[in-house]
């Protein structure tokens, strides 16, 4: 393979080419020799609770031995966790994953549609859920294959007094405790007291095991479930651990985990990479509480945190951010979407850290491409293949294609995906016949191996036969200093089949759609400029800050 992994050459000293993929047969053996070698140590933070590697191999075993035992639950079978972060999350991630069975993350923001398709189609057996969102639950729960919902408080595992005032205030002073109705439920404390009196059986869990079905693509049409196994994410633990290599110091690393566990890049970048450094990952409920964020990062020595651009936008504008005590912190990772260069080079300036942007899917566990962690400044690329990782750009007929040209970016690796649960179809359309994974995002490689992204397949726009990728737009109209957010995309156009819309949040109240047509003349191309600009409040995001194009270009005009 040598001659074809040109980004090789371009690795910082002392990362493999290879990784060795036999070290460990599955997540719960990298689990248990965190436990063993960290076990005072602290491995996950909520609302100033903390606790330890220790107590998290207890609490976790004893989940496990309540959902084989008292719910007879088989090896494969699904269980369900529906929560924002809290220290409930990862003690259920690890109670299913060491009982051999598979986790099915679920996103606490469904509505009873999504929640419903995502528990029929993974035949989940039992749901954890919080307490907020267990009406949701309630209204779905008949239609499905669960027979046993565990309820849980935000304030539950956080100690006397201050669990019980948590709760009480969000059930009865903010009113975020929907009424609902449960016959059987129980509380997922119980459950974890439960197993108690239970020993865990010795469960024989193998590399091709699935551990997590990880539904996505809930934005094109029907959610898939895409089937990471052990293997795959252990695969992936160890290609990023090694490429952190020697910035991470084992037993000393905190990161800051804002996105949601259930998201893929958070459970794995940080969940699960750095419980092999016996780290400690600080728990963010509710990160769109900005101020209450910043508040929060003022009080930990953080060494690391990871993000999607929309959160260190916020950060960046939200006061007292550039007040806070960087002086740990070695590294602030991107991913989920682009990384903006105004974004970056704001972010450096006020943390002094290089924002890493890194490169993955929910089909690649996620990381495909880093850039290296000594990073200088800001490059504009995704990164290099990862160590076990290929990559390369395939024209429509499936053609590599040679340095510098535009196609389809594929990677191939032992952490791409087993495939789309129960859809065999589906996973042949994006799984070739070499192996190859593809993206569906146009990409160019350069002469030193690093990949660029140009943008989304679906995402491009097409004016008068000429590609316009929105990304460019968005990058420069972002370099605006009365720009907050800024997203572009392609609306019919009768002369020349589409053309450039972009809607923007405003920093500045002043800014005109006149200014911003002004810099973009300056900026861009004829045929890149916005024909339409339009000013909102806010733009349409996923549930992890990415700005969903699809819901601009499908909105209905407003009236002129």
Request: charged share 20%.
């Amino acid at each position: 393979m040598g001659s074809e992994r040109p980004w090789l050459a371009n690795y910082p000293k002392g990362i493999p080419a290879e990784i060795d993929l036999e070290k460990y047969p599955s997540i719960v053996s990298v689990l248990n020799e965190a436990c063993r070698d960290y076990r005072a140590n602290p491995a996950f933070a909520n609302f100033g609770k903390v606790i330890t590697y220790a107590e998290v191999d207890r609490l976790s075993t004893q989940f496990a031995n309540y959902l084989l035992h008292e719910l007879k639950l088989k090896k494969g079978d699904r269980v369900a966790l529906m929560m924002p972060n809290v220290l409930q999350y990862p003690i259920a991630i690890f109670g299913v994953l060491r009982a051999g069975l598979t986790v099915v993350n679920t996103n606490p923001m469904y509505t009873a549609r999504e929640l419903k398709h995502q528990l029929v189609d993974s035949g989940a057996s039992a749901i954890v859920v919080l307490e907020n969102f267990a009406h949701v639950v309630a209204d779905v729960v008949a239609e499905t294959q669960v027979k046993q919902v565990l309820v849980t408080g935000v304030g539950d595992m956080l100690g006397f007094p201050k669990g019980a005032l948590v709760n009480f205030v969000l059930r009865h002073v903010k009113k975020q405790v929907p009424e609902y109705d449960l016959p059987g439920a129980i509380r997922f404390g119980d459950a974890v007291a439960m197993g108690a009196k239970h020993q865990l059986p010795d469960i024989d869990i193998r590399g091709h095991d699935i551990a997590f079905l990880q539904y996505t693509g809930g934005t094109t049409g029907v959610a898939k479930g895409a089937m990471l196994t052990h293997r795959n994410l252990v695969a992936n633990m160890q290609q990023s651990s090694v490429w952190l290599g020697s910035n991470a110091k084992p037993g000393h690393e905190v990161i800051i985990t804002a996105l949601p566990l259930y998201h893929i890049f958070a459970l794995t970048a940080n969940c699960l990479v750095f419980m092999k450094f016996g780290g400690l990952n600080h728990l963010i409920t509710n990160p769109r509480d900005m101020k209450g964020f910043v508040a929060e990062l003022s009080k930990i020595p953080f060494t690391a945190i990871t993000g999607v651009n929309t959160l260190f936008n916020g950060l960046l504008n939200t006061p007292g951010f550039d007040k806070i005590d960087f002086s740990n912190m070695h590294l602030s990772l991107g991913g989920g979407m682009a990384v903006q260069r105004a974004v970056a080079e704001r972010w450096k300036k006020v943390t002094g850290i290089t924002l890493v942007e890194a490169y993955g899917l929910t089909e690649t566990s996620p990381a495909a491409c880093m850039n290296p962690m000594d990073l200088e400044d800001f490059n504009g690329a995704i990164g290099l293949p990862i160590p076990s990782t290929d990559a390369c750009v395939k024209d429509d007929a499936g053609k590599q294609l040679p340095v510098g040209e535009v196609g389809e970016l594929c990677i191939r690796g032992p952490q791409v995906m087993a495939g789309y649960w129960q859809r065999p179809e589906e996973t042949a359309k994006v799984i070739d016949a070499e192996g190859w994974l593809h993206t569906g995002d146009m990409a160019k490689m350069d002469a030193g191996g690093f990949f660029y992204i140009v943008d989304r397949k679906k995402d491009m726009i097409l004016v008068s036969g000429f590609n316009v990728y929105p990304n460019e737009v968005e990058d420069v109209i972002a370099l605006m200093p009365g720009v907050l957010e800024v997203a572009a995309v392609g609306v019919p156009d009768d002369k020349s089949g589409e053309a450039v819309k972009v809607v923007i949040v405003r920093k500045d109240p002043a800014l005109t759609a006149d200014q911003v047509r002004a810099f973009c003349k300056e900026n861009l191309t004829g045929y890149k400029q916005p024909r339409l600009v339009e000013f909102r409040t806010e733009l349409p995001k996923s549930n992890v800050g990415k700005i969903l194009r699809r819901e601009l270009r499908d909105a209905p005009k407003p009236a002129a």
